[in-house]
């Protein structure tokens, strides 16, 4: 068997996810499908670095493939690429050693969460960017962002019913960024806002989690007391809703 | 009746182009019905200030529209894009006299069309900038697209079979802009070029003629003559193919 790591970036919007399922349409499905027409129908075997959950982008979602044929890792990229829809790109390949494992040899994993204050959000940011039409402190916000960092048990910050050793993760950098784009750009998604957060691991829907406690936070729903409280505490209900899953790309895994 | 000016944006990916038809879906065939609704089922008119092609998208679209409900303008454009998909959005509305007319009070419209020279194009950008894979000489572009500029006879620039007056237009501006992105969107859509065409008027598929005779041009497949020729003599061929609509972009009309 000849093993791959490959770079992905997808957009989520179409799809169940990263993860293959029994039925219906998911972005692993869609590879292992391109992998099996290149080996001519022969097993092929596929690991990502984790799920994504349905309708959320990857930037650079790392998989593991192992395939029965060689192909020079300077065709192979495209080679997938002509077999996969164009909502689904293999931007990176290099040869691995069978060794590497796309989870348990990960350091750690860059989310970012995209959104947008203004009522009126461009046609062409809709799946890209969540409005979230609400005048906020973000002030407010990044001060609160900064209490994510460090270790800390995110029980209240997951999808409940998710069965997980440890609810215990570490977050090594978590910030609000704006951003400004420019060009014509700038008309298809004007100004928007940016959570990145950094992280050893994270729960199911955790990003989404943190985002929609942030901006209760920002809308002056809650307290920075509550968010600090938040981690230390298993809290009766949550702090804000679970953010939309459109403005969440898994951004980038570092090994 | 109340006479309104709306500017639309939209992503023409899903739509059989702006105007209304008997079958399938169209922009104006969805803005109707969203007026129509407001209107509780009552008559009402819109005209756009051109045809869009199918796929093809709108920055800055004017519509007028004649309604037999009096709505505040302050709340039009909320009121309609309530009833409206999201990929279509009424960014403006104005008041305005039954004498303006969005085609022939129109002193001139702007095209934008974007394309990359990458041979993978993100995900994101599939619907919203054409890709042309190949080493383009954008200097000599650059030069090609001022010989536009000026009052041409464009019979070489029309879809075949066009019933038209005159095949003379006027073309103020004509430009290749290199854009580059920066942020969270600059690994959606990296560097790109931007045709950006302002004029009188224009053919139906001008706009991605012109794109795809600067292509040619770009490629070195025609010449800076062939092209000045293609302005004042009619051709037996086309200098390049009809580029595609999903980087075109109806940028703004003038009145």
């Known amino acids: 068997m000849n093993t791959y790591k490959l770079t992905l970036q997808y957009k989520g919007t179409h799809y169940l996810g990263f ?33 994504t959950d349905s309708g ?27 077999h996969l829809p164009l909502d689904i790109r293999v931007t990176e390949a290099f040869s691995c050693s069978e060794h590497f494992h796309p989870i348990f040899s990960a350091k750690s994993k860059e989310y970012n969460y995209l959104f947008s204050t203004r ?18 402190d973000i002030a407010a916000m990044k001060q609160g962002a900064k ?6 048990d995110f029980i209240n910050y997951q999808c409940t019913g998710t069965d997980v050793e440890t609810t215990v993760r570490e977050i090594f950098d978590c910030e609000i960024i704006h951003c400004n784009s420019n060009g014509h750009l700038s008309e298809i998604v004007e100004g928007y806002y940016l959570l990145r957060i950094v992280g050893n691991g994270f729960l199911k829907q955790m990003v989404r989690l943190i985002m929609g406690a942030l901006w209760s936070l920002g809308r002056g729903k ?3 007391q509550d968010l600090i409280n ?7 209900s949550r702090l804000g809703a679970t953010a939309p899953p459109q403005g969440l790309y898994l951004k980038e895994v570092h090994y």
């Open 19 to 51: 993860q293959v399922q029994s039925e219906g349409k998911t972005i692993q499905g869609e590879l292992n499908r391109a992998l099996k027409t290149l080996s001519n129908g022969a097993e092929i075997k596929s690991i990502g670095s984790g799920r």
């Open 56 to 82: 959320v982008h990857a930037l650079g979602q790392v998989v593991r493939i192992e395939i029965p044929v060689a192909i020079p890792v300077e065709s192979l990229a495209r080679a997938i690429n002509t």
């Open 230 to 236: 938040s981690l230390s505490l298993p809290q009766k």
């Open 147 to 152: 209490y994510f960092i460090g270790k800390h």
């Open 222 to 224: 809650i307290t920075q």
């Open 119 to 136: 009522p009126i959000l461009s046609p062409f940011a809709q799946e890209l960017v969540t409005t979230f039409p609400y005048d906020l």
